[in-house]
């Protein structure tokens, strides 16, 4: 498994952006599908965005798409997740995890797909 750590979270007003960054340690990363998920206070943790193996697929919930941008960078072992028009219902713990998967084309939506998490990072986006 590989070892992931979140960053770039903080305070942020709506319509500001942020960019938050996984870093992976291991010498699989390449090989692993990649997720964005986040947990707002009294819910369930819920998906955000994936990236396969090779980041040549994208996948995005409907509250995000069009503002979030998932990305990935395997030589430096990163991803990504760029976040624009930030709203309030933003606000949540982001957590980035990842799967051993080389399939072509294929991204994982569901928090039971996954083996390996984050400790999270906090975004706040105040109105």
């Known amino acids: 498994q590989v070892q992931l750590v979140e960053s770039g979270g903080g305070l942020v007003q709506a319509g500001g952006s942020l960019r938050l960054s996984c870093a992976a340690s291991g010498r699989t990363f390449s090989s692993y599908a990649m997720g964005w998920f986040r947990q707002a206070p009294g819910k369930e943790r819920e998906f955000v965005a994936a990236i396969n193996w090779s980041g040549g697929s994208t996948y995005y919930a409907d509250s995000v798409r069009g503002r979030f941008t998932i990305g990935r960078g395997n030589a430096k072992n990163t991803m990504a997740l760029q976040m624009n028009s930030l709203k309030p219902e933003d606000t949540a713990v982001y957590y980035c995890?990842?799967?051993?998967?080389?399939?072509?084309?294929?991204?994982?939506?569901?928090?039971?797909?996954?083996?390996?998490w984050g400790q999270g990072t906090q975004v706040t986006v105040s109105s």
């Open positions: 995890a990842g799967r051993n998967s080389d399939v072509i084309g294929l991204v994982y939506l569901r928090t039971t797909d996954y083996e390996s």
